[in-house]
């Protein structure tokens, strides 16, 4: 396949239609229905294989570990238009720095997942640091703990996989379906879905997807809009072999959010959440674009023997702009006013930056074959599988980007600046190649007992250059290549567990995995060991789990306990010589409980989570140790009921709700942010009209309008608020035909 190239993120291209015109033009048609048909039973748990679990077909009810899967019909309930929609029904995730505007930076275990690495695609790695659209995605799945197994590097908190929809596997299944829809805030989409099988024996498939949506949200001066085209294909060559391929192509166009934060020493009362607080008449949207696609050939060996080839590309182009407000005074601008580098001002002002940061180019390839297959010796059986990977990142970004103190603002008033767009500050460009090994084995035994082994070796080779120069007074002129550092190695990451069957429902299980980060010290000359790599930080998970699955319930309960070094600088007294080092570990523990329940007309989920997390065995700075992680909250609740009504056959109604326990905001937990409730409301109606089926949905999130704030990060040494939305409402309909 050759390499996809980025659409333009200035590009003016519309589609012949108006989203929020033909939105409202069905919207009318509300009034008339009859003929209802049954309504869908929406379940948030699944039983498919996942993609990226490493011991092949094995459903994820049967896995070792802890692992969801959020299929369609969940993401068009829910409205999900990020993976952070979907994600966020499962009690194990929270935010961590998910910004409105921004790509998704989400938090497992704990743990914040490293957008480079913990996020996969049909299987293969790819960046996450662009906005994802989620209009051809057949199910998001969300595999939970240190996945060493699943990638050579990545965050222990999870791994991430969108699956894209595919071609109907029935010669006679024919996909036609057009959505609509408004909200939240003055948004509206419409959405196209086509699919499939054409030729004398339906050997060729298709599948076609195209969505529009004028952005404009609930948050205020917020506008822009997106839009993503894919398409689908496959061919069955023969009943043995089989090639499908891929690609999707979206762009998006937003005014970004920048946060709240503490206001002095005090915790500020929520706001509504409506408020761009830093919005001003010539700030410039933040724009993403990218082009993804895969190609993946199977080859039927025979005797249950299967070989895989897969190759995805991901071109990605954003321009990162944000009227960026960070600390007050921090350089001593303003005489007579406290210098505040990691919050506002008592009384709410800040300082204003012009942030720009544009043509930032990603490219990520991946080359990945397999083979796995079934042997038997006596009464073992033993399910193979081994895989090997080359893998190839790089960023380039412009030698320069803008960010500029240009006034003062406040969280109170309104309040006016000029721009200053010039590119003053360097950019790092990094380049990584890696090849990867990986061999798993499911060892069945006839006391129902499984064993499952597996192990990832991973060759790395990592560069990084900074693409300017700049003199003692931080005066910078572009020069690619200044101050390279290298690092190379290997390093290998084993998985163990054992499962006992102990009904025919009724799984118990242990496992014990490990993963890795490579970090490497900032090339700064305030530090000894500049651009040298650190030792590799290897995290350690250990997992005790009961599954339970059912016609009509499901259940699971797990213990984990991971623990990841933690890297601190040692700073002489002036703290101009420092030296970056590992000091101590980050421990977090924690229990997991979710179920369902299918019962008549009712049918619901609920998971919940209760998470340890602390810092420990720290040297530098033995302060720390016994402090709680920041903004990870000790218990999180998501539930969701639903009803349907057999009095008006096809009609549902549901409840979600979503509950975050106390979290801190300072390290020493002299401030922290309270508990929050929310309750979301929706309707569906699955009806025919003339013989089309039509879905409908009314939703309205956060029913009582609640004022909160959502999460509390510390990014780039600030500590920030998210507010919560307000009330919205979302009104979709789906026709098929």
Known sequence: MAFFSPVSCRSTDRFVFHASRVASAVAMLAGGFAHAQSANEITITDTAPSQVSGFGDVPLSKAPFSAISFDRQVLQDIGAQRVSDALRLDASVADSYNSPAYWDVLSVRGYTLDNRYNY?????????????????????????GTSGIQAGTSAPGGLVNYVVKRAPSGND??????????GPGKSSSIGLDLGGRFGENKDFGYRFN??????????????????????AMDWRISPDSKL??????????????????????????????????TRQSWSVPGAFAGTTGSVRFKQNLGDGWLWTTSYGAQRLRTDDRLTFAQGHNCYDTFPNAPMLCDRYSANGKFDLYDFRSDNERRKVDALKTELSGSASWGNISHDFNASIMRFRSLDRLPPLQAY?????????????????PTPSYPN??????NTELALSDRITLPTATTVWVGMRHTQYNRQSSENATCDENYVCTPAPGTNPAAVKGQITTPWLALSQQLTPSLQAYASYGQGVELHVTPNKPTYINAGQALPALRSKQYELGLKSQTATSRWQATVFDITRPQSADACNADGDICTRQIDGQAHHRGLELSGGLTHGQWNGDVSA?????KREHAQINTSVNGQTALNVPRMTLRALAQYRFTEIPGLRASLRVSHEGERRVLEDGSIKLPSWTTADLAAHYDTRIDGTRTQWTLAIDNVADRHYWRESPKQFGHYYLYPGAPRTLRLAVKASF
Do not use: C
């Open 120 to 144: 996969r695609r049909e299987g293969l790695p790819i960046s996450a640091e662009t906005m994802i659209g989620m209009d051809n995605k057949e199910r998001i799945e969300l595999f939970k």
């Open 210 to 231: 195209a969505a529009y949506e004028d952005l404009n949200p609930y948050i205020r001066n917020t506008q822009g809009h997106r839009n993503l085209i894919a398409l």
């Open 428 to 433: 790092v460009n990094r380049s990584e190649y």
């Open 244 to 277: 499908e391929w891929e690609f999707e192509q979206s762009e998006r166009q937003q005014m970004g959010v920048n946060g709240y934060s503490l206001l002095g020493d005090k915790l500020p009362t929520p706001v509504n959440g409506k408020t761009n607080l």
């Open 404 to 420: 500029n103190l240009i006034g003062e603002g406040n969280t109170t008033d309104g309040f006016t600046s000029a721009p200053d």
């Open 173 to 182: 299944e024919v996909i036609r379906s057009v959505s609509a829809s408004y």
């Open 609 to 613: 989570a209760w998470i340890d997390a």
